[in-house]
């Protein structure tokens, strides 16, 4: 998984870049941690949580997955 991330983010990085600055988040399954840019600490994410900013960190452990959605353009 973690060797996925990186190639989907470069993938996701022009759609990413040029969308709004919001991701709404629609799932968390596992151990996930969150990281704002303001923020030098992950701390875990959790369901309740509705969005994160592009820029924002996102880390997942063994197991864990995270479904972002975009918003249209």
């Known amino acids: 998984m973690r060797k996925v991330l990186p190639a989907l983010l470069i993938l996701l990085a022009p759609s990413i870049l ?29 369901a309740s949580t509705q969005t994160v900013q592009v820029g924002d960190g996102l880390r997942t452990g063994p197991g864990g997955t995270v479904t972002l959605h975009l918003p249209d353009c």
């Open 18 to 46: 040029f969308a709004q600055a919001e991701l709404r988040v629609s799932a968390v399954y596992g151990h996930v941690e969150f990281r704002a840019t303001t923020s030098k600490a992950f701390q875990p994410l959790s």
